[in-house]
């Protein structure tokens, strides 16, 4: 089925296109400063006038800060899913073509990362590097490689011993003339379809890291650590917490419609979960 | 025989694994910015320096890294995990004590996931395209979106706060009374016939558990609706209805047992999902289990504690994997060990 065709992925793609637009625009957006305190203001309802998702504990316009949040999500979840593209990619090429002793320690090292919790991987790795965008992005990405290893190592493998390959190799063309010019044109819808699915998964992740402080500084503001803010309120204001969280879910739920459809397009054998 | 000679050979494989584990986590530990005895002494400023040496030395501290090292792994293995800073208690005590209410957790995440993934995959394959199926589908989607630690804090505030029809934190009532038998605060009130706490610690099993399970939920809903519609499919389904079996025994009797071995092999995938994901949900639901140790360990830099309870998730883990294997053999007589 082509992508075209179908309504529900689209759909995610539009409200995704929308979440970036609204990430790059939220300086001309945002109706306050996001980290404005304001306290006579503080704690407003949803639909309060001028603040139309209400304020936080602190008084700051929620929507300006959800606004100035998608930046963050946006931002990690591009940044950890290329990096853990190149690295992952990279490495699956050399270890699926070469194979030996390369491949079984790259394996190796693969299995001990996956039969472990990913969570307490990126928090231990958050806790050594400290806040801030860059290390979200290394913690993320320290672990995020594996999926594309696996990926391309496996369609590497299966990929070298087909007739063109054996023809580049014939003509005489080096290894890495043929992994980058051959096999990987040949895998690249997998990757995509693989990194969009994974994009979602990131960005909850640095939402959770945030969440339990471990993300961004305290001033940034981020969905997770909004949510976490809101915690302590949920009981006289709870819109402080459910908004941010709404703010994930729909971010998330757009990009993986949208990753499944194309996964049906482009690549009907990728398992899906 | 050869199976247990399998087995055997596949935990004492794990045991490197183990090792380099637990050797890396001792570095890594203490890479963590932030020095334990200036958060156990506290921000105050009237502490002298000889008291700081003192406390430093008493904790192990003031050695190299290398004979720190070496005199845990010579504890570990008389069994001894070292000291919490902070407890003032043995790691293994800790963890001895918090394990159950983790696993306790992450039982009843799989009952939710099963009770309710099983059923809705099967009405959703059996009716593919049908208004049950899509919206199904849909909320499984939802389910595999959402952050752990905001569908519970959603949760309780409808569940606790709003309608006031279950707890909100904690393992049982405090003001109830259980004599701790096992520490799995189900079992102990069956065993010690106390219906009161059995229901407090039963009420305070939904929420969490619901939460931890809600991702696997979905995931098992997806992959059972697919699988049964595979096997509705094929010859001896038709071969059974024709010879006049009736439609739900066709479904239930004949494809279901094929259609739960993919359930199964991804159940055992994702228990690491509910392992992984209990650090969230304990944190949210205060829930005194592993999770919740492991992050407080890792802010108090409470070296030993996060060591133990490192090398206690990735063991759990080597085991968990092993017993999905042997589970997948017995659906499975083709594969072996």
């Known amino acids: 089925m082509s992508l075209r065709r179908q309504f529900l992925p689209l759909l995610g793609l539009a409200v995704v296109l929308l979440y970036v637009l609204a990430a790059i625009l939220a300086p001309y957006l945002a109706p306050y400063p996001p980290d404005e305190v304001n306290l006579p203001m503080?704690?407003?309802?949803?639909?309060?006038?001028?603040?139309?998702?209400?304020t936080d504990h602190l008084g700051a316009d929620l929507l300006s800060r959800v606004l100035f949040g998608a930046r963050v999500s946006i931002l990690v979840g591009v940044l950890a899913v290329s990096l853990s593209l190149a690295v992952g990619a990279s490495l699956g090429a050399v270890a699926g073509y070469f194979g030996g002793w390369v491949d079984g320690v790259f394996s190796r090292f693969a299995d001990l990362l996956m039969g472990f919790p990913y969570l307490l991987f990126t928090l231990f790795a958050m806790a050594i590097l400290g806040p801030g965008i860059a290390n979200l992005v290394l913690a993320l990405s320290f672990k995020g490689w594996v999926e594309?290893?696996?990926?391309?190592?496996?369609?590497?493998?299966?990929?070298?011993?087909?007739?063109?390959?054996?023809?580049?190799?014939?003509?005489?063309?080096s290894p890495a003339a043929i992994i980058a010019g051959e096999i990987l044109p040949n895998i690249r819808h997998s990757l995509l379809v693989l990194a969009t699915l994974r994009m979602g998964y990131l960005i909850?992740?640095?939402?959770?890291?945030?969440?339990?402080?471990?993300?961004?500084?305290?001033?940034?503001?981020?969905?997770?650590?909004?949510?976490?803010?809101?915690?302590?309120?949920?009981?006289?204001?709870?819109?402080?917490?459910?908004?941010?969280?709404?703010?994930?879910?729909?971010?998330?739920?757009?990009?993986?419609?949208?990753?499944?459809?194309?996964?049906?397009?482009?690549?009907?054998?990728?398992?899906?979960? | 025989m050869r199976t247990a000679v399998r087995i055997l050979q596949r935990v004492l494989g794990a045991v490197p694994l183990l090792l380099a584990l637990v050797i890396a986590t001792f570095v890594f530990v203490r890479m963590i910015p932030g020095d334990p005895v200036d958060i156990l002494l506290g921000q105050g400023g009237n502490v002298s320096a000889a008291e700081v040496a003192a406390l430093r030395q008493s904790l192990g501290l003031d050695e190299p890294i290398q004979v720190?090292?070496?005199?845990?792994?010579?504890?570990?293995?008389?069994?001894?995990?070292?000291?919490?800073?902070?407890?003032?208690?043995?790691?293994?005590?800790?963890?001895?004590?918090?394990?159950?209410?983790?696993?306790?957790?992450?039982?009843?995440?799989?009952?939710?996931?099963?009770?309710?993934?099983?059923?809705?995959?099967?009405?959703?394959?059996?009716?593919?395209?049908?208004?049950?199926?899509?919206?199904?589908?849909?909320?499984?989607?939802?389910?595999?979106?959402?952050?752990?630690?905001?569908?519970?804090?959603?949760?309780?505030?409808?569940?606790?706060?709003?309608l006031r029809w279950l707890p909100s934190v904690g393992r049982l009532d405090p003001a109830l009374d259980l004599r701790p038998v096992t520490g799995f605060l189900v079992l102990d009130s069956l065993l010690?016939?106390?219906?009161?706490?059995?229901?407090?610690?039963?009420?305070?099993?939904?929420?969490?558990?619901?939460?931890?399970?809600?991702?696997?939920?979905?995931?098992?809903?997806?992959?059972?609706?697919?699988?049964?519609?595979?096997?509705?499919?094929?010859?001896?389904?038709?071969?059974?209805?024709?010879?006049?079996?009736?439609?739900?025994?066709?479904?239930?009797?004949?494809a279901l047992p094929n259609a739960l071995v993919p359930t199964v092999t991804v159940v055992g995938l994702q228990m690491g999902v509910l392992l992984g994901g209990n650090m969230v949900v304990e944190t949210v639901f205060a829930w005194p289990g592993l999770g919740r140790l492991v992050v407080g360990a890792i802010f108090a830099r409470d070296y030993a504690v996060v060591q133990g309870a490192v090398l206690l998730y990735a063991a759990t883990f080597v085991l968990a994997n092993l017993l999905v294997d042997i589970l997948y053999a017995y659906l499975n007589p083709k594969l072996s060990l």
Do not use: C
């Open chain 1, 42 to 54: 503080r704690l407003r309802p949803i639909g309060t006038p001028g603040h139309p998702l209400g």
């Open chain 1, 148 to 173: 594309f290893f696996r990926l391309t190592r496996g369609e590497v493998m299966s990929e070298k011993t087909r007739e063109y390959v054996l023809a580049a190799r014939a003509l005489g063309r």
């Open chain 1, 204 to 273: 909850v992740m640095e939402a959770t890291l945030s969440f339990l402080g471990l993300g961004v500084p305290p001033d940034v503001p981020a969905w997770g650590s909004m949510v976490a803010a809101g915690r302590e309120y949920m009981v006289s204001a709870w819109w402080i917490a459910m908004v941010p969280g709404l703010a994930v879910v729909g971010l998330v739920l757009s990009i993986n419609l949208f990753g499944e459809g194309l996964r049906e397009a482009l690549d009907p054998r990728l398992r899906s979960l």
């Open chain 2, 68 to 162: 720190q090292l070496a005199r845990f792994l010579r504890g570990l293995l008389e069994g001894d995990l070292g000291h919490s800073f902070w407890q003032r208690q043995p790691v293994a005590r800790l963890l001895v004590t918090t394990l159950p209410a983790t696993v306790e957790l992450a039982l009843a995440a799989l009952f939710f996931a099963l009770a309710i993934g099983i059923p809705v995959g099967i009405l959703s394959a059996v009716r593919p395209g049908s208004l049950l199926d899509r919206l199904a589908m849909a909320t499984s989607f939802l389910g595999i979106s959402m952050p752990a630690f905001w569908a519970g804090l959603m949760l309780m505030f409808l569940f606790a706060v709003k």
């Open chain 2, 192 to 254: 010690t016939g106390n219906w009161p706490a059995l229901r407090s610690a039963l009420s305070h099993l939904v929420l969490p558990g619901l939460t931890l399970g809600l991702e696997l939920m979905a995931i098992v809903a997806r992959v059972m609706r697919s699988s049964m519609l595979e096997a509705l499919q094929q010859d001896y389904i038709r071969f059974a209805r024709a010879k006049g079996v009736s439609g739900w025994s066709a479904v239930l009797r004949h």
